[in-house]
């Protein structure tokens, strides 16, 4: 499910940040009824702080590609495949046998069609799912468009969520307190519907299209240990990934079928990644990486509303638990991260630490290239609030590659705006003019609206000439 607020698990954005702005964490939940909701962050106003506590940054290399291992990709499979966000287990393994269709229903924004056209398009191709658009009496996934004030009505704080058993958002709340909808009762999926705002931005929508169609037809859960994956509560990745359309094509193997148990399918799954992945190699022993409930929870205190102190102390708690676990991966990462901008108008010296501190974590983790993107720019607001132009452009260049390869409009537009400001401290106008454009081309898609977009541009120019101010 995708969340509202700071406080959801997928659009986590809240006006403490940039990142905020252009990560647009914003999660999704697959059952509201009986499960808590995750949500991404929801764009926000940049409030960075004017006085950079730091001198210069030495910052790690960005991570490495990831590495899509039989035996890591035989644990994410079981690790997304039989339990929910809420932790409770599924005991059976279920999809859609046959044939899917797709269609929207509700005062659908012209772009909808044209997004969801391109993902049925990559999951016929890359996940080998025989889903197309269009309506039919045998298996049907609708898309319904639903006025924001009402989705909020039914479900506080998301976004977007995906449901089984029902065909509309009226056969929803109908039947929302019983176990028609819970995902924990289903034998072999149907029918399922996937409630979107209708008021929402395009790349809003398109994000919610990627996870909630593919929770819709996969995984269920969600985890934080997993870098290059929609089905994370980071909500960094806002396009299925090639980690996704690899278990998707796992999912919807000849060799796996509804109903089948957890040793069933365990036992079932290295013929079935040795020909959806025969570069993966054999699979080996699993070696289980689980993630505990305090951590997930503190997470969740962390990006919830509530007072400053209580969601650093979250914070700080999701910290030590990664500590104590031993983690160096995007779970260490995002707990920093979380910490970062938390801290970023209270106590900016600490903000700074916990970004470069994230930044080491992303960068030892193959795939986290998105987390590196965020804190780069995060970083290069810093640099541009204290006059460092240079270092500015230089962390937006390395940011721009992935926001570009996941089509992330919104952190496009704000990686622009800043270097439109970066190239006018150096008196580039020429060059600052470009971005200016470039930044306007993104802009649209990722915000929604002009004003929202000319707020952000505003934002960093404030940040732009407290910089210049430091340079006089």
Known sequence: MRSASFGRNRKLVTVLSVLAISAGLSACTVNPQMEAPTARASSAA???????????????????????????????????????????????????????????????????????????SRLRNEAGIAISTGTGAGNHITVEFVPKRQLRAAVPNVACFVVPNVSSFAEYKAERRSGLTDWTRVTQRRTAAVFVPAQAAPQEIRDCLHEEVSQALGPLNDSYRLPDTVWNDDNFNSVLTRHDMTILRAWYDPALQSGMSQPEVLSALPGVLSRVNPAGGSVTRLIEDKTPNSFTNAVSRAMSAGSTRSRQSAAQQAIQIAAAQGWTDSRAGFANFIMGRLTLNSDPSTALRSFLKAAEYYSATPGAYMQSAHVDMQLATFALASGRSDQALSLTQRALRPALRTKDAALMSTLYMIRAEAFGQQGNQGQAAQARVDSQNWARYGFGSDTVAQSRAAEVAALARAGSRRLN
Not at 50 to 75: H, Q, Y
Not at 89 to 118: C, K, M, N, V, W
């Open 46 to 120: 940049i409030s960075m702080p004017l006085n950079d506590p730091s001198t210069g940054l030495s910052l790690p290399a960005l991570p490495r590609e990831s590495i899509l291992g039989n035996s890591l990709m035989a644990r994410d499979f079981m690790e997304l495949g039989f339990q929910l966000e809420s932790g409770r287990p599924l005991a059976r393994f279920t999809r859609f046998e046959g044939p899917i269709t797709i269609s929207l229903a509700g005062p659908a924004p012209g772009q909808a069609g044209q997004d969801l056209s391109q993902l049925v």
